[in-house]
């Protein structure tokens, strides 16, 4: 075992050039299988020592620029590179929804996508080695560097935080009650500190084989610790449900979507209220006991004004005291009544028992080249457009209106789709009681992407102490506990409908309460660790 390691190492701090981009690649690509929903965390100790390697025999280069972009950028952009290919591979499942001449562009698509976030990699690769020695504390340089990296990637340009690698410490309900104190991106700073310690024993040196072994072990106590911890929250935490609040998530699995110029609204409004009041079992009651009826992200993929009487026929459907929410698209309209002011929202609307929309929310986090498109008039000179249909694309909705506050019901908060993965930016989770989440997965069915999203979304549930209760079109409908405890779920692909109560909501976590913080800490910590010892001259590489 000792001889290849060792091998692997010198042949990765000696190779450069297509060589080593090649190898970077690959190990990248290791590193992606820890992702949801693999879990492979052994991966992540294989690929990130790799990482390291290629660091210590990276060259050093004169100016700034060329420091910056030069060897270590791209060793960076490497391993991202590789590692985005495999985590967001499952992308392409959105070009079979139209078929045709944009299955060709897909591995492209999936390519450049991939390159571009790959890029804030090669950044914190370029800024480590900036700071680069030959001792541990190399590993924390880059460690801290990293997580920074993913923390931007969650936010510049309104963020895409997918598979920060926090989540490959995340794979059962114990070890992710951690990201209660601090949170995914606390995680994301763990996780390769702790995958980087291999690189601690090989290759071989003079130092004894205990003092090389202490980091790994180390880092195994500390997984080890995190079990302990979360075995012990989930043993000594006391759930409870709420008795005033009665949820029907109903799974609809509405394809219409896909052409939303093109729905039957009569058809479509037939089905779903029949799905809604139907008796899943002989017990069943169906809407009788029922305080909250939820339908799905794009449930409804039509303006309600195209169909007056759909509202009509939803009020006689609901019993006495009883709120639906469902998500729809929805349009503002002039003084004039009818030029309308901008591009339609994609919305969470509450209609109560008269037929009236009392209270909204509009999704505020659109997906790049999904609701809307960035760089509008190139594009479309091409021929690329969005995914989601809309006229000219979505308009962003207001943050701060996600806190919903409807009559007769607890405080909860309105999330929409992919908004669940902003971990920290979730609106007031000082008032809200629990957590709910529309969405629509149809596009990747068939894929990784859907489970992938759902365990996301779990985690925000333990960041933040609350329920969530969770709709999707297609799959996956659940609920859990504020520990993130799937309670009841649907089968993927079952057009069914789940009766759940949402939990009383926890004493508010660390993590609610200091938010990132801690993390902020940490990585400031860890740049100055780099920086006292690449000023200590540890072993210094030749210019």
């Known amino acids: 075992m000792i001889q290849p390691v060792t091998w692997l190492a010198e042949t990765t701090m000696l190779s450069h050039g297509w060589r080593r981009f090649g190898i970077l690649l690959i190990a990248g690509a290791v590193a992606g299988l820890s992702v949801p929903p693999f879990f ?53 499942a959105a070009f079979f929804v139209d078929g045709g001449w944009m299955l060709a562009l897909m591995p492209f698509a999936i390519a450049a996508l991939a390159a571009l976030i790959a890029l804030f990699w090669g950044l914190a690769s370029a800024l480590a080695h900036l700071f680069w020695s030959h001792g541990a504390a190399r590993i924390v340089t880059l460690s801290s560097f990293l997580a920074l990296a993913e923390f931007a990637r969650g936010h510049v340009l309104t963020g895409f935080p997918f598979d920060l690698l926090g989540y490959a410490l995340t794979g059962t309900d114990e070890l992710m009650q951690l990201a209660s104190v601090i949170g995914v991106y606390g995680l994301t700073f763990l996780a390769p500190l702790l995958a980087m310690t291999p690189a601690l024993i090989w290759p071989a040196d003079d130092r004894p084989m205990s003092r090389r072994l202490f980091p790994f072990f180390l880092a195994l106590a500390v997984i080890a610790g995190q079990l302990a911890y979360g075995w012990n929250r989930l043993s000594g935490t006391v759930a409870t449900e709420r008795q005033d609040v009665s949820v029907r998530l109903v799974q609809p699995m509405v394809y219409e979507h896909a052409d939303f110029g093109n729905v039957d609204p009569v058809a479509l409004i037939d089905r779903l209220l029949m799905l809604s009041d139907m008796r899943m079992d002989p017990t069943d009651q169906g809407l009788a006991d029922i ?9 409804v993929p039509f303006f309600l004004d195209t169909y007056p009487d759909a509202l009509a026929r939803i009020a006689r459907m609901l019993p006495e005291n009883a709120t639906l929410l469902a998500g729809v698209p929805r349009q503002i309209f002039g003084l004039d009544g009818e030029k309308p002011q901008g591009p339609p929202y994609n919305s969470l609307v509450a209609i109560n028992t008269d037929g009236e929309i009392i209270a909204s929310y509009d999704k505020s986090h659109l997906v790049p080249f999904g609701e809307y498109l960035p760089f509008q008039e190139l594009f479309s000179r091409i021929g690329i457009k969005q995914f989601v249909p809309g006229a000219d694309g979505w308009s962003h909705g207001d943050a701060r209106r996600r806190l919903m506050e409807l009559p007769g019901t607890p405080a909860f908060l309105a999330v929409i789709c992919y908004e669940v ?3 920290g930016d979730l609106g007031d989770t000082a008032k809200a009681q629990f957590i709910l989440n529309v969405t629509n997965d149809a596009w990747f069915d068939g ?29 996956l409908t659940f609920a859990t506990d504020p520990l993130g405890r799937i309670t009841a779920q649907l089968v993927p692909g079952q057009m069914a409908a789940l009766d759940v109560r949402p939990h009383q909501r926890l004493t508010p976590t660390i993590f609610a309460q200091l938010r990132h913080y801690p993390f902020a800490i940490a990585i400031i910590a860890g740049i100055l660790i780099g920086f006292v010892a690449s000023r200590r001259g540890r072993r210094r590489l030749p210019e």
């Open 40 to 92: 492979i965390l052994p991966a992540l100790f294989v690929a990130m020592p790799i990482w390291v390697w290629a660091l210590d025999g990276a060259e050093r280069k004169r100016g700034w620029w060329r420091k910056i972009f030069g060897p270590a950028f791209t060793i960076g952009f490497a391993f991202g590179w590789g590692y985005f290919l495999v985590a967001f591979h499952w992308l392409g």
């Open 291 to 299: 305080t909250h009826l939820v339908w799905p992200e794009s449930s």
């Open 421 to 423: 993965l902003f971990s």
């Open 447 to 475: 894929s990784i992407g859907p489970a992938q999203h759902a365990h996301h979304a779990r985690l925000r549930a333990v960041e933040e102490g609350m329920s969530l209760l969770r709709a999707a079109n297609t799959g």
